[in-house]
T-cell receptor
């Protein structure tokens, strides 16, 4: 069983479209995250949810909206996609407390054309 | 805000030899955790090793060990007996004891020469 699963793994879409990426974890973790990895491989946090509550919201355009229906799921919806949104998006989860590392999903490579 | 710096964009090592990847960080906190993650071409992020700041003893996981220098805010990763499968991007990361956010360095691309 995959611990953190993201779908889809690849997403190619045109500018202006709306798309969603889904994430599910079966580890029983309380906290989930979305990270963006740009073309230079830099990883930057976007959002974090703890038990369905938004706790981290970095400087991200309003076109990005996370949704957490329950603590095992965290989806990312992106409106009006732009070329600059092309990146790899990682979902991750962790137990509460700083001593725990994250468990990452396999990433979604989003290409906007 | 905490920052993590990896000053070596690329490193290479001969198979079976030892290589050390550097990482420095900046924080005003006294309680935190440090991690090294590996990202092979498959894109998967894999936790290699973690270190608690309150522990003086350096963490070790098989061929991977760290040199943690708290006063210098340095956290290097040593890979012994390098194998072809070690080829990957390596990321150093910092996590506060109280905050949820994991802050990453820029990464070091490691190449293993056969």
């Amino acid at each position: 069983d995959t611990a953190v699963s993201q779908t889809p793994k690849y997403l190619v879409t045109q500018m202006g479209n709306d798309k969603s990426i889904k994430c599910e974890q079966n580890l029983g973790h309380d906290t989930m995250y979305w990270y963006k990895q740009d073309s230079k491989k830099f990883l930057k946090i976007m959002f974090s949810y703890n038990n369905k509550e938004l706790i981290i919201n970095e400087t991200v355009p309003n076109r990005f909206s996370p949704k957490s229906p329950d603590k095992a799921h965290l989806n990312l919806h992106i409106n009006s996609l732009e070329l600059g949104d092309s990146a790899v998006y990682f979902c991750a989860s962790s137990q509460a407390g700083g001593g725990y590392g994250y468990t990452f999903g396999s990433g979604t490579r989003l290409t906007v054309v | 805000a905490q920052t993590v710096t990896q000053s070596q964009p690329e490193m290479s090592v001969q198979e079976a030899e030892t290589v050390t990847l550097s990482c420095t960080y900046d924080t005003s906190e006294s309680d935190y955790y440090l991690f090294w993650y590996k990202q092979p071409p498959s894109r998967q992020m894999i936790l290699v090793i973690r270190q608690e700041a309150y522990k003086q003893q350096n963490a070790t996981e098989n061929r991977f060990s760290v040199n943690f220098q708290k006063a210098a805010k340095s956290f290097s990763l040593k890979i012994s007996d390098s194998q072809l499968g070690d080829a990957a991007m390596y990321f150093c990361a910092y996590r506060s004891a109280v905050a949820q956010k994991l802050v990453f360095g820029q990464g070091t691309r490691l190449t293993i020469n056969p």
